[in-house]
T-cell receptor
Framework: EAAVTQSPRNKVAVTGGKVTLSCNQT?????MYWYRQDTGHGLRLIHY???????EKGDIPDGYKASRPSQENFSLILELATPSQTSVYFC?????????????FGPGTRLLVL | GDSVTQKQGQVTLSEDDFLFINCTYS??????LFWYVQYPGQGPQLLLK?????NKGISRGFEATYDKGTTSFHLQKASVQESDSAVYFC?????????FGSGTKLTVEP
C-alpha cells in the first residue's frame, strides 16, 4: 500500500530556532514535495525534488531549505523559524510517468512557532 | 503562469442536494486536471482525474468534465451525503508538479 509518513506530527518551536520536518515514502516515487496549508490559501508548494540529491524551489521557498538524501526521505528545514511559518505542512510523493499520474500525501505536521 | 482558481470558498448543502463546485484553469497547454478531497485531520487524497483524452472523470458518485472552450473543470454530484463533508481542491500538473486551487469547503447538513 502506498504510504507517506511524516514526523513529527506536531511541533512547537521558538522564534529563531531550527526546525526539521521529516518525510519518508515507501512508494519508490522519484518525485517528492513539501506544501504548506493555511486557511484561504489552499496548498502552496515550498520545495520539491525529482530524485535523490536534487531539490527545486517551489512558489514560496523563502525561509525554507530542503534536503533529499535518498529516494525515500525528504526533509524540510527552517533554519530560523518565525511565527509566520506557523502552519500545517504536508509532504507528498508522486509518479507522473507513463500516465500513472499519482501523488500521495502524508498526514501532515502541525507547526506552531512562538 | 499555470494556475487553477476556485472562487467558492464554502458551500453548505442538505443531504440529497445537488453539488456543483466551479474550477477554472489557466495554462498554455492542455493539462491533466485533478480533484482532490481532504477530510478533517488528513492529507488530501485523489478523487478523480481528467485528461484531454477522456474529457470526463467519475469516481465515488462524483463527476468532473473538462471543457477546453471555457477552460473550466467543474465537480458535480447528484445527491450529496453528510459523509461528503470535506474540502475539495482542483489541481493541474505541469512538469511533474501539482498546482492547487484554494479549496472549497463543503458542509452537508443532515
Amino acid at each position: 500500500e502506498a504510504a507517506v509518513t511524516q514526523s513529527p506530527r506536531n511541533k512547537v518551536a521558538v522564534t529563531g530556532g531550527k526546525v526539521t520536518l521529516s518525510c519518508n515514502q515507501t512508494n519508490n516515487h522519484n518525485n517528492m514535495y513539501w506544501y504548506r496549508q493555511d486557511t484561504g490559501h489552499g496548498l502552496r508548494l515550498i520545495h520539491y525534488s525529482y530524485g535523490a540529491g536534487s531539490t527545486e524551489k517551489g512558489d514560496i521557498p523563502d525561509g525554507y531549505k530542503a534536503s533529499r538524501p535518498s529516494q525515500e526521505n525528504f526533509s524540510l528545514i527552517l533554519e530560523l523559524a518565525t511565527p509566520s511559518q506557523t502552519s500545517v505542512y504536508f509532504c507528498a510523493s508522486g509518479d507522473w510517468d507513463w500516465g500513472r499520474d499519482t501523488q500521495y500525501f502524508g498526514p501532515g505536521t502541525r507547526l506552531l512557532v512562538l | 503562469g499555470d494556475s487553477v482558481t476556485q472562487k467558492q470558498g464554502q458551500v453548505t448543502l442538505s443531504e440529497d442536494d445537488f453539488l456543483f463546485i466551479n474550477c477554472t484553469y489557466s495554462t498554455t497547454t492542455y493539462p491533466t486536471l485533478f480533484w482532490y478531497v481532504q477530510y478533517p485531520g488528513q492529507g488530501p487524497q485523489l478523487l478523480l482525474k481528467v485528461t484531454t483524452a477522456n474529457n470526463k472523470g467519475i469516481s465515488r458518485g462524483f463527476e468532473a468534465t473538462y471543457d477546453k472552450g471555457t477552460t473550466s473543470f467543474h465537480l458535480q454530484k447528484a445527491s450529496v451525503q453528510e459523509s461528503d463533508s470535506a474540502v475539495y481542491f482542483c489541481a493541474l500538473v505541469k512538469y511533474n508538479v501539482l498546482y492547487f486551487g484554494s479549496g472549497t469547503k463543503l458542509t452537508v447538513e443532515p
